[in-house]
């Protein structure tokens, strides 16, 4: 769920070997990405700046 809020932010698919919430696949009932990790935070602000 939190994959594809990132999706509605304007967030993208990053590599699919990194630690990020932001990667194509996901193995199903997966719990690790339930939360953004500090690259998809880095990338929200970059494009929300304040």
């Known amino acids: 769920m939190v994959h594809e809020r990132g999706h509605t932010a304007g967030l ?8 990020q919430t932001m990667t194509p696949r996901t193995p199903a009932c997966t719990t690790v990405n339930r939360a953004l990790a ?4 880095q990338g ?4 929300y700046a304040a």
């Open 38 to 41: 500090a690259g998809d935070v």
């Open 12 to 19: 993208e698919h990053v590599a699919q070997n990194s630690a």
């Open 44 to 47: 929200l602000k970059a494009m």
